[in-house]
């Protein structure tokens, strides 16, 4: 088994992932969607937990070497970041969506020198706009980005294409068509269902589900 496949056994697991399409989710950008994603839900689960910060941990030491900070995204990122520096004995920062509104008004939290070379975490990569934003922010104060690494993605053209253009290299544990066919292996996916499920990847803005 691969560990694009064992990770997406986990998350199937703990019920982290909802595969739905018979009643569709409809995110806040108003898309419908055959999949629920919350990674949040992984913290819940010591042992599974502890395999995915150790995979985790794998993708940046062999993927990023030359990382000397890590940068978790709030919410969900923070607790991955946290867990992987601890692990790999690296510095960590955080990185709040705007600004604090009082005190010191920060939107990074923890220390870090401009010029150091910072890889940022995140849980989960849909379109890819709220994960660049975070890189923005880390650019503008002097960080040199070199990637990003996530737990889950969708695997959108458009994100793909937003990293590309944004000079991101990003990394996933475990990917959308990954876990699809985890679930089919596993039977709570029919064939029929999975052309279904493939093809709102495809096409998500405009997809109507059954």
Avoid at 9 to 18: D, R, S, W
Avoid at 38 to 66: A, Q, W
Avoid at 137 to 159: C, N
Wanted: aromatic letters at 10%.
């Amino acid at each position: 088994m691969t560990n694009e496949k064992a990770v997406a056994e986990k998350l199937l697991q703990v019920g982290a992932v909802k595969l739905r399409p018979e009643e569709p989710f409809t995110w806040a950008s108003g898309w419908k969607s055959p999949i629920y994603c919350d990674n949040r839900k992984v913290l819940s689960f010591p042992y599974t937990r502890d395999f995915i910060k150790s995979e985790m941990c794998n993708v940046i030491f062999e993927g990023f070497p030359e990382a000397q900070l890590l940068a978790g995204v709030a919410t969900a990122g923070i607790p991955w970041g946290a867990m992987a520096s601890d692990q790999l004995k690296m510095p960590y920062i955080y990185v709040r969506p705007k600004p604090k509104e009082h005190g010191l008004g920060n939107q990074i939290e923890g220390s870090f020198e401009p010029g150091q070379k910072v890889l940022v975490i995140e849980d989960l990569i849909s379109t890819g706009k709220s994960s660049l934003d975070v890189v923005k922010v880390l650019r503008d104060s002097g960080l040199e980005v070199i990637g990003m690494v996530s737990i889950f993605t969708y695997g959108f053209k458009q994100a793909t294409q937003a990293f590309e253009l944004a000079s991101v290299p990003y990394k996933s544990l475990t990917n959308y068509s990954t876990l699809i066919s985890m679930a089919v292996e596993k039977g709570t996916v029919s064939a029929e269902t999975e052309a279904l499920l493939l093809e709102w990847r495809e096409d998500p803005a405009n997809w109507k589900g059954i």
